[in-house]
């Protein structure tokens, strides 16, 4: 059965509206009661119309708004429910996406555009140098208390992919954040391919409290195409991100702040052998 804990977390977490979320309930109730069916052609008046529809909504519940006509709508913008293309927007059955269906009955899922691209990212080793151990800090006190738009932090440094993820899974677990890692070499250099991507991560985070470490050394460079999709997605990212780099990275139009790994003392590195 869904958990109401997930479904009051998942309402607060997109700012959903009393209205939105009675219309993510009638989704819900298909998927989960089949006698719900029969319910709704009765109250459309139509046995040929088994399926919640934003008409009837509109029609039935209390607190009816039409703005959830619009696709700036949470319910529309997050991808929350789905309606058939060609149809008339207000008769199209409306259905629960399967994240979202997947994520109130408590089964781990990804959508599958992000399950072949991102991955946890694990530390290899639980006993952090003290010197990585101040820098996760400063990591926290950049982030804290959250703000109202991430800065982009970038960690830099001649063995950056070696050492980024011990750090930034630190920083994050001081945080309570999880971190998922995504490679820059498999984004899509189609705008609108990347805006979807960038959406269905965006709506993973902020379901799951994650951040997402961005790999930039897998990138080939000299391909114009591929560093404009990078920097669009990091000038358009609103959600935390660690950028994992050899070299410092250009400035973008967004807050960025970036951090060099300091080398770890002979103890540290004699402790870690």
Known sequence: LPDVASFIH???????????????LLTLASEVEP????LYAKAQGDPNKPYPTLALAL??????DWSVLSPHNPLHHWHLIHTEPGRTLTQSPI????????????????????????TPARALTTDLPATYQTLAQQLVATWSPPPHQWPLLTLTGPDAPTHVAVIAVAACDLMGLGLMTLSTAVLPTDPQELRQLQRHWEREAILTNCALLLDCDTTT??????????????ETLS??????SR???????????TFDIPPLTHTEQTALW
């Not at 006698?35 to 029969?38: A, G, M, R, Y």
């Not at 599958?112 to 691209?117: F, N």
């Not at 959600?239 to 994992?244: H, L, N, R, Y």
């Not at 070299?247 to 702040?257: A, D, H, T």
């Open 221 to 234: 460079p000299g391909d114009p195409a591929r560093e404009t999709a990078i920097s669009l997605f990091l």
């Open 239 to 244: 959600t935390p991100g660690i950028i994992s």
């Open 95 to 118: 259905t629960i996406d399967r994240r979202i269906l997947c994520y109130l009955l408590g089964e781990p899922a990804l959508v599958p555009q992000l399950s072949d691209l991102v």
């Open 247 to 257: 070299e410092r990275k250009p400035q973008v139009r967004r807050p960025l702040i």
């Open 35 to 38: 006698n719900f069916h029969t």
């Open 59 to 64: 029609s039935a519940l209390p607190e009816a």
């Open 10 to 24: 998942l309402a607060k977490q997109y700012h959903l509206s009393p209205f939105d979320q009675s219309i993510l």
